[in-house]
């Protein structure tokens, strides 16, 4: 993860305004109501977290990038919005939230990493909360690189973690 963590810091200094909204936020956003509480899981430059603040929610964003981190509440944080420099595997709060969402955040973690996060995220997440995930699959150019975090016999994963814990659509 700290080879991770060196990489994005490298790419936010360089790119450290937030840009546009993904198609996944704005996706997300169809089911979520005005002052909906979303904890986001890796955010990045925070350009999702901004637009669901934007859009009414009250947003707690996580990233390991000290400086971008730094840089976003200066700059952004409001009464709907803050940040901050934490290890989201880590994380949890006696807040619970109507929504967690992680987009592209959980290919950069391991087998007991994932395992812990997803045992905090159902402490984290309000009965009939939202969790809301977007993940690279077969068809992106990086499918197949990097280590696998579980085998495909066995079971276990996110797949078998959802399907027991939280009604997959």
């Known amino acids: 993860m700290l080879k991770d963590r060196n990489y994005w810091s490298a790419f936010y200094a360089k790119n450290q305004e937030p840009f546009e909204h993904s198609l996944f936020a704005t996706f997300c956003l169809k089911y979520f109501k005005k002052d909906f509480s979303i904890l986001e899981l890796g955010c990045g430059n925070g350009r999702d977290a901004l637009f669901f603040?934007?859009?009414?929610?009250?947003?707690?964003?996580?990233?390991?990038?000290?400086?971008?981190?730094?840089?976003?509440?200066?700059?952004?944080?409001?009464?709907?919005?803050?940040?901050?420099?934490?290890?989201?595997?880590?994380?949890?709060?006696?807040?619970?939230?109507?929504?967690?969402?992680?987009?592209?955040?959980?290919?950069?973690?391991?087998?007991?990493?994932?395992?812990?996060?997803?045992?905090?995220?159902?402490?984290l997440l309000k009965e009939k909360g939202l969790l809301c995930i977007e993940a690279r699959g077969k068809k992106n150019s990086l499918f197949g690189k990097g280590e696998r975090v579980v085998n495909n016999n066995g079971g276990g994963g996110i797949a078998s973690f959802l399907k027991s814990t939280f009604a997959v659509f």
């Open 53 to 123: 603040a934007k859009k009414g929610c009250k947003v707690k964003a996580l990233d390991l990038c000290e400086n971008e981190i730094r840089f976003l509440n200066d700059n952004y944080k409001n009464e709907n919005l803050e940040f901050f420099c934490v290890d989201f595997c880590n994380f949890l709060d006696d807040k619970k939230y109507d929504g967690i969402y992680s987009r592209f955040t959980l290919h950069s973690i391991s087998k007991d990493q994932q395992d812990k996060l997803f045992n905090n995220i159902s402490c």
